[in-house]
């Protein structure tokens, strides 16, 4: 009897472990994929336009922070900087194109790079589903090494 129950124990096992393994980030659907371009587009449009109410209102700034390894300040002095850099067509945040999506349940990742090939630089932000909308929680924009600081020098 124990060894019939050992054997069930280690076919479950293999069967759990392999359908642990089968999850993996996806294409969502074509909602999603829409919704997420205008999350996206409205938290970057913040970012061009260095208004803290358009970026709070698209994200979760704590986890930003968080993930970036950067404070308040720093995130919004990068913003600043950018803004004041760049003020038409060659602004990194304008004119940009949607080189993948891809969702994992309730978490999302959205690529972009300039439409004219005008920069290969990546800007990838990471989106969480917070039960009533997805918000933008990761952004490679104003991290440590990141695309402001590559440009802005800040």
């Not at 061009?48 to 209102?57: A, E």
Request: net charge positive; charged share 20%; aromatic share 8%.
């Amino acid at each position: 009897m124990i060894k019939a129950t050992r054997t069930h124990l280690i076919i479950f096992l293999l069967i759990f472990a392999s359908a642990c393994s089968i999850q993996s980030w996806k294409e969502p659907s074509p909602e999603v994929k829409v919704t997420l371009v205008k999350v996206s587009a409205a938290f970057l449009t913040g970012v061009l336009q260095n208004d803290r109410g358009v970026i709070s209102g698209f994200a979760s700034l704590n986890d930003i922070y968080k993930h970036n390894r950067i404070t308040e300040q720093t995130f919004f002095t990068r913003v600043k900087a950018l803004q004041n850099t760049f003020s038409d067509a060659s602004h990194p945040l304008v004119g940009l194109k949607v080189v993948e999506i891809k969702q994992f349940d309730s978490d999302a990742r959205i690529i972009l790079q300039k439409a004219d090939g005008s920069s290969t630089d990546k800007i990838e932000l990471g989106l969480f589903w917070a039960n009533s909308g997805w918000l933008v929680t990761d952004e490679s924009l104003t991290k440590d090494g990141g695309l402001i600081q590559k440009l802005t020098g800040v």
